[in-house]
């Protein structure tokens, strides 16, 4: 019995500093919005899920690390967006980890100036993108979305942007006009 406990002890000993590892959430107030924003990192998932409650712009979002994809659904436009995420530019899981653990994220590398233009045609099978993703933009028209380069003109109203906040370090804008709405 002496062992037993002793090996279970060991185990929690070992274990233990790896949880956090695996998940991390926060919620905390935005700088000059009206709402919170409620973020949850799983290392072990490799994706982020973002739950922005903002009346101006309220939005939940998925960034997914293994399949390079981000989602975001809408809530005024009542539609889902999904685009390629060019990792060379996203904070990593690891620096999102950091800022939530109220590290300085100054340093991290900006991507205000993200701009994704929606394209017209309605992503048919949400299934091909996991359940977290299907889940999340389940009964609301979902569209692809492809990024500018940076220094290109846009050909869009800038009216027609949605701006999307995550953290103080990363902010992008989701332009175009929503077919059918």
């Known amino acids: 019995m002496k062992h037993l406990v002793v090996s279970s002890i060991l185990v929690v000993f070992i ?9 991390i959430s926060d919620n ?9 924003q409620s973020i949850h ?10 739950r922005d409650n903002n009346v101006f712009s309220e939005w939940d979002g998925i960034l997914d ?6 989602a975001a ?13 060019d990792q060379a530019v996203f904070p990593s899981l690891d620096d999102i980890s950091k800022a939530l653990d109220k590290q300085a994220s100054k340093h991290y590398p900006s991507t205000r100036g993200l701009t994704y233009t929606v394209l017209p045609s309605r992503v ?11 889940d999340m933009c389940r009964d609301v028209p979902t ?12 050909a869009v109203d800038p009216d027609s942007c949605f ?3 995550l953290l103080s370090f990363m902010g992008l804008s989701i332009c175009g006009e929503i077919p059918g709405l």
């Open 15 to 23: 274990l233990t500093p790896s949880l956090p590892m695996m998940n």
């Open 28 to 36: 905390h107030p935005l700088d000059g919005s009206v709402g919170t």
């Open 41 to 50: 990192v799983s290392a072990f998932q490799g994706m982020v899920s973002i």
């Open 65 to 70: 690390y293994k399949n390079a994809l981000l």
């Open 73 to 85: 659904k809408l809530f005024s436009k009542m539609a889902c967006v999904l685009a390629k995420m």
């Open 124 to 134: 048919k099978n949400l299934a091909q993108y996991g359940m977290p993703i299907k």
């Open 143 to 154: 569209y692809f979305a492809w990024q500018h380069k940076e220094g290109t003109a846009l």
């Open 163 to 165: 701006e999307v906040q």
